[in-house]
């Protein structure tokens, strides 16, 4: 019984979002979960290592396929307010939002619109 109980709050659990300076993660996302997200239907991105500035025209929804990355959003630019978003976790950025990336390993990920910039 324990188990069972425990099995249905770790499921519900993984269905909240953890929010950090506006940034919605739901972390670990399972693959079988992709058809659910609609991510099925748009295309993949892949980058490379590297570190830029980046801003989100619009709201903006990715599942990191493969990834590790350290994101410093605008206004909070101490280290230890950066966060990173890894393998598996569905990632929302809200519209306007400004944000350095530093990839330190390759992404691949499935992207909801393609209205993004850099600078």
């Known amino acids: 019984m324990e188990n069972t109980k425990e099995a249905i709050l770790s499921l519900l659990n993984s269905e909240i979002p953890t ?12 693959n079988t979960k992709l058809a659910q997200l609609n991510y ?9 290592l590297s570190t830029f ?11 990191f396929v493969e ?3 350290k994101v410093n959003v605008d206004g909070h630019d101490k280290e230890d307010e950066a966060f990173e978003i890894g393998k598996g976790d ?5 519209k306007d939002m400004k944000c350095g990336w530093t990839i330190t390993e390759a992404v691949k990920k499935y992207v909801t619109s393609q209205f993004m910039r850099r600078g």
């Open 90 to 94: 569905d990632v929302v950025f809200p």
């Open 67 to 69: 990834v590790k990355v």
């Open 53 to 63: 500035p980046w801003t989100f025209e619009n709201t903006e929804t990715i599942y």
């Open 40 to 48: 099925t239907s748009v295309p993949k991105w892949e980058g490379d």
């Open 19 to 30: 929010e950090i300076h506006g940034v919605k993660i739901l972390r670990q996302v399972p």
